[in-house]
């Protein structure tokens, strides 16, 4: 069975536009297991967004529109008083994480491009815990097919100091790894983590470099 880590941030464009390579390469590979850890491309931010930096960051997002394709809306960023702080997004994933975890790896990754969508696509302000919620437990119970997850029980855990530790210990072991930059993806082979993609990467490499491993 093939084992994979996706080292990812729900608020970097990036990682968004990287979605489709790797749906491309996990429909290749239905037995595979993927878990997602989050990396905190900007946790705990407290700068207001300005001018100058939206239209950096606007930039970056042209680019990513362009190589893959996805909608973008800048109204997220446009928001009075918006913070570009990925920390509450991650701490949602890492709470799906925790309320789901008898759940698929692809339906934990379902909602993790919920929140993507909702940022980037719906120009949702994703930093607000409702928000989060929200989007969250409406993919959870479209991944689970029933309505067994509620907002306020997701809430809960989103906000939950050990939600927060365990998030955190997230980005600590990301930068154990040396993993800087996102997206990142690794293949667990023989006991040993081998960097298969370390930013945007199309799906075609990505197999190349798991063949490569795999086969030694």
Request: include cysteine; proline fraction near 4%.
């Amino acid at each position: 069975m093939t084992q994979l880590i996706y080292i990812a941030d729900p608020m970097c464009s990036w990682c968004y536009g990287f979605g489709p390579e790797l749906d491309a390469l996990l429909a290749g590979m239905p037995e595979a297991q993927m878990d997602i850890i989050v990396g905190g491309l900007r946790a705990y931010n407290t700068e207001l967004m300005d001018e100058q930096k939206k239209a950096t960051i606007l930039g970056h997002w042209k680019h990513v529109a362009e190589a893959s394709g996805l909608p973008f809306s800048n109204d997220g960023m446009s928001q009075p008083g918006f913070v570009y702080d990925t920390e509450p997004a991650c701490r949602a994933v890492v709470a799906t994480r925790i309320l789901a975890d008898d759940l698929a790896p692809r339906a934990k990754l379902a909602v993790f491009r919920a929140i993507q969508h909702a940022f980037y696509a719906e120009g949702l302000d994703v930093t607000k815990p409702k928000v989060l919620s929200d989007v969250c437990v409406a993919a959870l119970n479209a991944a689970d097919g029933g309505d067994d997850y509620d907002v306020d029980s997701f809430q809960e855990t989103l906000t939950a100091y050990s939600t927060s530790a365990e998030t955190r210990e997230d980005f600590e072991q990301t930068q154990r790894w040396g993993i800087r930059g996102f997206p990142a993806l690794l293949l667990v082979h023989e006991g040993a983590l081998h960097m298969i993609a370390s930013g945007y990467t199309r799906t075609a490499d990505l197999l190349e470099s798991l063949r490569q491993v795999q086969q030694g």
